[in-house]
């Protein structure tokens, strides 16, 4: 295996060249291009220097990694006839594919290369721009961009934006955080004679004429707070602002068990949100949800006994243990498949308990508690067979329940009555009903019930007491039937 030599020829004119890179390449017996698409080449070609490209692998292929990695394989095949210098834009090291490959190719003991020269694109864009890249800044290929890479607080190059088509995808990436008209610096050629900035619009950035392979766009940091509330880190910047010693004295008075009654009534609320359909009050009521998690995180900050960082981590690791069939080589064929699964990773996760039942109360529902403990004594058989014995022991309890109405004390009734109760929530589990959504559904039904009487009655008589309970009922009845009116539309 003859040795491959990698040349920068810089970001423009043969002119940047260091006079040591220009003796190598003159020096050179075979010389391959990845692209003819730099000015260098042409000057090159124009004293006598003989080279190949690459360009005609760019014409068959339809991704950038399928042209890369033909164009590694090729080199390889070169290298086994002939010493081969292999001359790339900028450096080689800065946002260069190939040479990353070949990177590769030589820890697997498949080459041996030498690296020398080039300046990169950044130093005469750091120029053009004048920017200082120390107080932070992003290089981002522009062909595999997404929006969570973006960090709107930097400095963000974007390089390999070779045509209108990448400059679109990257637009539309940028503005699902940047204003629309958020100003981007389109950069062609920094450092060499041809040097052009042109400044416009985000949603122009496509529209720009003077776009290829020298091209970089330029995204200036946004300062101002309202401006990136996209970014998760404002939000977070926010709630910090909100606990700091200057910040609000509610918040800051905010512990654990203070805020457990927001975190209940915001679930509710988003409940609501969902079943009415409304996109609009979905994203609210998730920002106020959002708002209580950010909450507990920044007092475990203030605390001093965790961070976001560790719910993240937490939360994501246990995502990518529990579900092999995605991060890992387990098969499954169904949800039951991958519910059986999870249950299984859980029990190996956890120490055993002394019983099954341990863990699975919730303080804040009684039905929720009575749903997982019949649920966790189901996993192990202890079980109707079907919801026919439900069935039938809901009869039995009720039965039960007005045996005791008729000579029991309050204590006894109040227990048939939670009987009663304990098997309604067991028949839901059978039907696969959630009995705390079909609790609050009820209780919305009725608050828009009475409601329609409250208004019927001030819009009559305007007292309760002037109504008889059979003409009250009248106005429920009305309230119903517009109901299911509502309904059949």
């Given at each position: 295996?003859?040795?491959?030599?990698?040349?920068?020829?810089?970001?423009?004119?043969?002119?940047?060249?260091?006079?040591?890179?220009?003796?190598?390449?003159?020096?050179?017996?075979?010389?391959?291009?990845?692209?003819?698409?730099?000015?260098?080449?042409?000057?090159?070609?124009?004293?006598?220097?003989?080279?190949?490209?690459?360009?005609?692998?760019?014409?068959?292929?339809?991704?950038?990694?399928?042209?890369?990695?033909?164009?590694?394989?090729?080199?390889?095949?070169?290298?086994?006839?002939?010493?081969?210098?292999?001359?790339?834009?900028?450096?080689?090291?800065?946002?260069?594919?190939?040479?990353?490959?070949?990177?590769?190719?030589?820890?697997?003991?498949?080459?041996?290369?030498?690296?020398?020269?080039?300046?990169?694109?950044?130093?005469?864009?750091?120029?053009?721009?004048?920017?200082?890249?120390?107080?932070?800044?992003?290089?981002?290929?522009?062909?595999?961009?997404?929006?969570?890479?973006?960090?709107?607080?930097?400095?963000?190059?974007?390089?390999?934006?070779?045509?209108?088509?990448?400059?679109?995808?990257?637009?539309?990436?940028?503005?699902?955080?940047?204003?629309?008209?958020?100003?981007?610096?389109?950069?062609?050629?920094?450092?060499?004679?041809?040097?052009?900035?042109?400044?416009?619009?985000?949603?122009?950035?496509?529209?720009?004429?003077?776009?290829?392979?020298?091209?970089?766009?330029?995204?200036?940091?946004?300062?101002?707070?309202?401006?990136?509330?996209?970014?998760?880190?404002?939000?977070?910047?926010?709630?910090?602002?909100?606990?700091?010693?200057?910040?609000?004295?509610?918040?800051?008075?905010?512990?654990?068990?203070?805020?457990k009654r927001y975190l209940l009534e915001e679930t509710h609320e988003l409940l609501e949100?969902?079943?009415?359909?409304?996109?609009?009050?979905?994203?609210?009521?998730?920002?106020?949800?959002?708002?209580?998690?950010?909450?507990?995180?920044?007092?475990?900050?203030?605390?001093?006994?965790?961070?976001?960082?560790?719910?993240?981590?937490?939360?994501?690791?246990?995502?990518?243990?529990?579900?092999?069939?995605?991060?890992?080589?387990?098969?499954?064929?169904?949800?039951?498949?991958?519910?059986?699964?999870?249950?299984?990773?859980?029990?190996?996760?956890?120490?055993?308990?002394?019983?099954?039942?341990?863990?699975?109360?919730?303080?804040?529902?009684?039905?929720?508690?009575?749903?997982?403990?019949?649920?966790?004594?189901?996993?192990?058989?202890f079980d109707w067979p079907t919801i026919d014995g439900a069935l039938e022991k809901f009869?039995?309890?009720?039965?039960?329940?007005?045996?005791?109405?008729?000579?029991?004390?309050?204590?006894?009734?109040?227990?048939?009555?939670?009987?009663?109760?304990?098997?309604?929530?067991?028949?839901?589990?059978?039907?696969?009903?959630?009995?705390?959504?079909?609790?609050?559904?009820?209780?919305?039904?009725?608050?828009?019930?009475?409601?329609?009487?409250?208004?019927?009655?001030?819009?009559?008589?305007?007292?309760?007491?002037?109504?008889?309970?059979?003409?009250?009922?009248?106005?429920?009845?009305?309230?119903?039937?517009?109901?299911?009116?509502?309904?059949?539309?």
């Amino acid at each position: 295996m003859h040795q491959l030599t990698i040349i920068g020829l810089g970001a423009g004119d043969l002119d940047q060249l260091a006079l040591g890179t220009y003796r190598k390449l003159k020096e050179a017996k075979y010389i391959v291009a990845r692209t003819d698409q730099h000015p260098a080449v042409a000057e090159l070609r124009a004293e006598g220097i003989v080279l190949m490209s690459f360009d005609e692998i760019y014409e068959k292929h339809d991704s950038f990694e399928h042209v890369y990695d033909e164009i590694v394989e090729q080199l390889l095949i070169m290298c086994v006839q002939q010493p081969v210098t292999y001359v790339v834009p900028g450096h080689p090291l800065v946002a260069e594919r190939t040479v990353q490959l070949l990177v590769e190719k030589e820890r697997e003991g498949l080459i041996q290369m030498e690296i020398a020269g080039g300046n990169s694109f950044l130093d005469p864009i750091f120029a053009a721009l004048r920017i200082d890249p120390i107080e932070g800044f992003q290089l981002l290929d522009g062909t595999d961009m997404k929006r969570d890479d973006v960090q709107m607080k930097q400095h963000i190059l974007i390089g390999q934006v070779y045509d209108a088509f990448v400059a679109s995808e990257v637009k539309l990436s940028l503005m699902e955080k940047y204003a629309y008209d958020h100003p981007v610096t389109v950069v062609t050629a920094a450092g060499s004679t041809g040097e052009q900035l042109i400044t416009v619009p985000l949603f122009e950035l496509d529209r720009v004429t003077e776009i290829n392979n020298l091209t970089t766009v330029y995204v200036p940091p946004v300062v101002e707070r309202e401006a990136r509330l996209k970014d998760w880190s404002t939000f977070r910047e926010i709630i910090a602002a909100l606990r700091a010693p200057d910040g609000c004295p509610w918040d800051r008075e905010q512990t654990h068990a203070s805020l457990k009654r927001y975190l209940l009534e915001e679930t509710h609320e988003l409940l609501e949100a969902i079943d009415s359909e409304d996109d609009d009050a979905v994203i609210e009521e998730l920002g106020d949800v959002l708002l209580q998690v950010f909450l507990h995180a920044q007092i475990g900050e203030d605390d001093g006994y965790f961070a976001m960082e560790d719910v993240l981590q937490s939360v994501g690791s246990k995502m990518i243990r529990r579900h092999p069939h995605v991060f890992g080589d387990k098969s499954v064929v169904n949800s039951e498949e991958v519910l059986q699964n999870w249950q299984e990773i859980k029990q190996q996760e956890k120490p055993q308990a002394d019983s099954l039942l341990e863990g699975q109360e919730r303080p804040s529902s009684s039905l929720l508690t009575s749903l997982n403990y019949q649920k966790e004594a189901a996993k192990v058989g202890f079980d109707w067979p079907t919801i026919d014995g439900a069935l039938e022991k809901f009869d039995e309890e009720w039965l039960e329940f007005r045996k005791e109405l008729e000579s029991g004390t309050k204590y006894s009734q109040m227990d048939e009555l939670g009987d009663v109760l304990f098997t309604i929530v067991n028949i839901s589990r059978f039907l696969k009903l959630s009995p705390e959504e079909a609790m609050v559904h009820a209780n919305q039904k009725f608050n828009r019930r009475f409601s329609f009487v409250e208004k019927s009655v001030k819009d009559g008589q305007g007292k309760f007491t002037d109504y008889t309970l059979d003409e009250l009922e009248e106005f429920w009845k009305l309230a119903k039937k517009g109901e299911d009116n509502d309904e059949t539309r």
